[in-house]
Each structure stands twice: as C-alpha cells, then as structure tokens.
C-alpha cells in the first residue's frame, strides 16, 4: 500500500516540476541575436583561443558588437574574414593576415617524457597519451593553435606542415598574369 503512495508522491512530483520547467522555459527565455548564431556557424568551432577570446561564441559576440576585427580568427584565415566582413558589411584590411599552410602538431617520440602538460593545455583535445607514456596527436582535431608547443618543457612538439594526401589535397588557385596568355 505505502509503495502505491510513494509511487503517486513521484509521478505527481514529477508532472508537477517538469511542468513548472515548461513554464520557466518559456517565459523566462532570454532572445538571442540570430547574427551572432550565423557568424558562430561560421567559425571553426574549435574554442581554440587564438583570437584572444575563450572561444567562438564570445568572438563572434564582439564581432556583432563591433570590438573586433573581422580578421580575428587565424584557424579561419583569408577566407572566414571575407566572408565575416561581407556579412557584417564591414571595411576588410589583409594586409595583417598572412595566407599559412595548414599545419599540425607533431611529437617527437625520442624526446617526450610523458610530463602531460601538452594534452591539458590541447583545446580540442588533439593529444592522447597518459602520464609517464610518450603522447601523440591526432591530426585531425588539431588546429595548430601553438599551445602545446609553448608548455612542453623538453620541445618534442613542433608544428609541420600537414602532409598532403589524396584526402587533403586542393587544386591550387590559377597563376595571375601567365606569360604568352
């Protein structure tokens, strides 16, 4: 008998906060600005922090507030800040942005002593490895953000270049002014 009360005590409880939960929801939304969810789209979204913000909300925040720079995001590149000017219709200047290869971290096993203080720093967990145990990156989620390559103490990390593949390559853009054109 007293389990058919407990069980009607919960269910009535249940009913009762997850309706008052609704409501809260509801009536208490807070609108957000549809622009800065587009420019958020926009973005990596890897919450690296090279652009001096936490991560891509708060950038594109100050991007729609007018703190900041269209040309903000290095992962990004030449392409992103195009594309955040034209959407924001905002005077782009490139001459700070320089057009890089795209680069990975990469460990150097004979060097890596296991300190663990890559992988805690690492934004989008790119390295994998354990305390004591030699560490490696997976090169797919790393954006080359630099910051493992700050804190290793004995410098087995270094960015390269990301090794071309059939999977990576892109056909270069054409040559301006060919001769015999």
Same mark, same amino acid.
């Given at each position: 008998?007293?389990?058919?009360?407990?069980?009607?005590?919960?269910?009535?409880? %249940?009913? %009762?906060? %997850?309706?008052?939960?609704?409501?809260?929801?509801?009536?208490?939304?807070?609108?957000?600005?549809? =622009?800065? $969810?587009?420019?958020?789209?926009?973005?990596?979204?890897?919450?690296? !922090?090279?652009? #001096?913000?936490?991560?891509?909300?708060?950038?594109?925040?100050?991007? &729609?507030?007018?703190?900041?720079?269209? @040309?903000?995001?290095?992962?990004?590149?030449?392409?992103?800040?195009?594309?955040?000017?034209?959407?924001?219709?905002?005077?782009?200047?490139?001459?700070?942005?320089?057009?890089?290869?795209?680069? &990975?971290?990469?460990?150097?096993?004979?060097?890596?002593?296991?300190?663990?203080?890559?992988?805690?720093?690492?934004? @989008?967990?790119?390295?994998? #490895?354990?305390?004591?145990?030699?560490?490696?990156?997976?090169? $797919?989620? /790393? @954006?080359? /953000?630099?910051? /493992?390559?700050?804190? /290793?103490?004995?410098?087995?990390?270094? =960015?390269?270049?990301?090794?071309?593949? =059939?999977?990576?390559?892109?056909?270069?853009?054409?040559? @301006? !002014?060919?001769?015999?054109?």
């Amino acid at each position: 008998m007293y389990i058919l009360y407990a069980i009607f005590a919960l269910t009535a409880l %249940g009913l %009762g906060l %997850g309706y008052a939960l609704g409501a809260a929801a509801r009536y208490l939304k807070v609108e957000a600005n549809p =622009l800065v $969810d587009e420019i958020e789209a926009l973005m990596p979204g890897s919450q690296c !922090g090279q652009c #001096g913000y936490p991560g891509c909300r708060p950038a594109a925040e100050a991007l &729609v507030a007018g703190n900041a720079a269209p @040309t903000l995001c290095p992962p990004g590149g030449r392409a992103l800040a195009e594309q955040l000017a034209n959407m924001l219709s905002l005077e782009l200047d490139l001459s700070g942005v320089k057009e890089q290869v795209p680069m &990975v971290a990469r460990v150097d096993e004979t060097l890596c002593i296991g300190c663990a203080r890559c992988f805690k720093v690492c934004p @989008t967990d790119a390295i994998v #490895g354990a305390q004591k145990q030699i560490h490696a990156v997976v090169a $797919d989620a /790393c @954006t080359a /953000c630099n910051k /493992c390559v700050d804190v /290793c103490p004995t410098e087995c990390l270094k =960015l390269h270049p990301v090794k071309v593949t =059939l999977r990576n390559w892109r056909w270069p853009a054409p040559a @301006t !002014g060919m001769a015999g054109a």
